[in-house]
Every structure is written in structure tokens, then in C-alpha cells.
């Protein structure tokens, strides 16, 4: 089993930036894709960046978030980041980094484990 907590969240104008983190129990972490998902007021979570189980591995992003975030991870720390760069008033939301068995993937359903979220809020 793996617990996941977020950190890291805040609020910030419109062009700044926040690096989220995650912290990872267990040690079976590097065997576990992650994925950062979102949720704002009213719509359904969704995918925004996930990467395969190696600290260098392949990343994926939501085209909303692509050259604005970097996800990244350090198995040896057991932690998974999320770089946000130019932030927009819409990337206001609940952020949660989840965890899922073999290749990461954009499937929300596929993620196992689920951190508790952190609130991340872009004034303009």
C-alpha cells in the first residue's frame, strides 16, 4: 500500500509560479507511475502530468499545462513533484498526485492511491 501527501500549495498571481511536492510511504514507490491531477469548483478531476516509474522517466502532460509544468520524481527521496510555471487564473484548483501499478497513463480511473489534495489558487 502506498500513502501519498501533498504539499506545497498556495496562492499566487497570475504569472508566478509553485512547486508542488508529494511525498511517498512505502517502499515500493519506484515500482508506481504518477500522475498530478486537478479538481476545481463544479467540474471533474482531471489529468494534468504523470510520469513512469524511472526518476528520469517518460512524462505526459494535459496540452493545458504542456511547457508551462514539468513533472519529475526522485525514487531515492520517495517524492513527486509538480514545477508550475506561468500560472493562469485557470489552473485554480484542488491538486492531488495519485499513484497507479505499471506505465503511467492519463486513465484517472487506472491511479490506485490518492493523496488528500492541496489547494492551489491563481489571482489575476
Known amino acids: 500500500q502506498v500513502q501519498l501527501a501533498e504539499s506545497g500549495g498556495g496562492l499566487v498571481q497570475a504569472g508566478g509560479s509553485l512547486r508542488l511536492s508529494c511525498a511517498a510511504s512505502g517502499r515500493t514507490f519506484s515500482s508506481y507511475a504518477m500522475g498530478w491531477f486537478r479538481q476545481a469548483p463544479g467540474k471533474e478531476r482531471e489529468f494534468v502530468a504523470a510520469?513512469?516509474?524511472?526518476?528520469?522517466?517518460?512524462?505526459y502532460y494535459a496540452d493545458s499545462v504542456k511547457d508551462r509544468f514539468t513533472i519529475s520524481r526522485d525514487n531515492a527521496k520517495n517524492r513527486v513533484y509538480l514545477q508550475m510555471n506561468s500560472l493562469k487564473p485557470d489552473d485554480t484548483a484542488v491538486y492531488y498526485c495519485?499513484?497507479?501499478?505499471?506505465?503511467?497513463?492519463?486513465?484517472?480511473?487506472?491511479?490506485?492511491?490518492w493523496g488528500q489534495g492541496t489547494q492551489v489558487t491563481v489571482s489575476s
Open positions: 495519485a499513484a497507479k501499478p505499471g506505465i503511467a497513463g492519463y486513465p484517472r480511473n487506472d491511479y490506485v492511491y
Open positions: 510520469i513512469s516509474t524511472r526518476s528520469s522517466g517518460i512524462t
